[in-house]
Nanobody, 124 residues
Framework: QVQLVESGGGSVQAGGSLRLSCAAS????????MGWFRQGPGKERELVAV????????YYGDSVKGRSTISRDNAKSTVFLQMNSLKPEDTAVYYC?????????????????WGQGTQVTVSS
């Protein structure tokens, strides 16, 4: 049973930074792509960042490109999302996701395991 547990969310002022973590269990972490998606109030779920099994192929959503960095530590079965220069429009529930394959895709429909989400609130 694949389990994903996010942590690191919280409230921050605009311009601040947060680092989200997602600890995975239930299978060999290093074989699979991982990703972060978010869903703001009244909005559809959107791509934040995804990373393939090797860590070499990464895609970012346009809204966070240049401000966020995704990384993975296979020894710790954990994927991270470092977010800088946060804006009020980054306010959302952030979800960790993984899929049955090592290739990273930007579409949330390609991911079949999801965490419970962690709230990020950015105040102006």
């Amino acid at each position: 049973q694949v389990q994903l547990v996010e942590s690191g969310g919280g409230s921050v002022q605009a311009g601040g930074s947060l680092r989200l973590s997602c600890a995975a269990s239930g299978r060999t972490f290093s074989d699979y792509a991982m990703g972060w998606f978010r869903q703001g109030p009244g909005k559809e779920r959107e791509l934040v960042a995804v990373i393939d099994w090797s860590g070499e192929i990464i895609y970012y959503g346009d809204s966070v490109k240049g401000r966020s960095t995704i990384s993975r530590d296979n020894a710790k079965s954990t994927v991270f999302l470092q977010m800088n220069s946060l804006k009020p429009e980054d306010t959302a529930v952030y979800y960790c996701a993984t899929r049955t394959g090592g290739t990273a895709y930007s579409s949330a429909t390609m991911y079949n395991y999801w965490g419970q989400g962690t709230q990020v609130t950015v105040s102006s």
